[in-house]
């Protein structure tokens, strides 16, 4: 009988997604070298390695692929026993794993936190700020419960519910404020401030501008938005 652990198990979804020692260390909050001991335990207790190592990187094995599918399920039905215990207890506790998209992330999770600690006190929230698609996959992955992305979403296995709906605004220097509202084709031949590459909302802006989302000739991108506005606020000189 192989003697494996969840701990172990756990480590070993960590290093297999991360890739790198030290940042699965850090997200299981161990040291680098007992992950490394409890990877190699777990390898000796299969008889068959899961990693190949060389100086700049790690990967999996093909049997490290294979067993990391079926990890990551007994991790997900270790989960959602887990919920269903709570459940029994008829009370809303344990971690609630919450993604969310950067671009509404500032304007609903002061209300959302607020709200879910004076309901639920027992409830240990864990917040992942990043794109839709990783939101995606990390919920498909079982590594989130839930998430609040760009819709629509096409992924069968998993429940949307729209929560609102945003109006488009156009934000232009003072100066043309009496000129006409620009259509689509005026909007393209403009200078564009653009989020970087893999934020739904620039792909939406594009969109609206009938402009392919690879690129854009008039385009600025804002690759840090905060630092941007203190530059708009302090004046361009």
């Known amino acids: 009988m192989i003697n494996m652990t969840l701990k172990q ?9 991360l890739g790198h ?56 039905s ?16 344990g971690r609630l794993r919450i993604g969310v998209i950067p671009t509404v992330a500032p304007y609903l999770l002061p209300t959302i ?23 995606l996959q990390e919920l498909i992955e079982g590594r989130l419960d839930t ?36 259509n689509r084709e005026s909007l393209r031949e403009m200078r564009l401030l653009l989020l970087e590459e893999g934020h739904c909302f620039r792909d939406q802006a594009l969109s609206f501008c009938n402009a392919p989302s690879a690129g854009h000739a008039n385009c600025w991108t804002a690759v840090h938005l905060r630092h941007w506005c203190r530059w708009l606020a302090q004046g361009s000189g």
């Open 113 to 135: 936190i607020r709200n879910l600690a004076r309901l639920y006190p027992g409830l240990e929230l864990n917040l992942r700020e990043t794109v839709t698609p990783k939101l």
């Open 21 to 76: 020692f030290g940042r699965a260390a850090d997200v299981c909050a161990i040291t680098q070298p007992a992950l490394s001991m409890q990877i190699k335990e777990l390898e000796e207790a299969l008889g068959s390695p899961l990693f190949e190592r060389t100086p700049r990187q790690i990967s999996l094995t093909g049997f490290g692929e294979v067993f990391a599918l079926r990890v990551r399920g007994i991790l997900r």
């Open 78 to 93: 270790v989960d959602e026993l887990e919920d269903l215990a709570r459940s029994s207890r008829n009370q809303l506790a």
């Open 9 to 17: 198990m756990r480590y070993f979804e960590a290093l297999a997604r």
């Open 147 to 182: 998430a609040i992305v760009a819709l629509p979403v096409s992924e069968n296995s998993l429940t949307e519910t729209a929560l609102f709906a945003e109006n488009f605004v156009l934000v232009r220097p003072a100066e043309d404020a009496d000129k006409p509202v620009p």
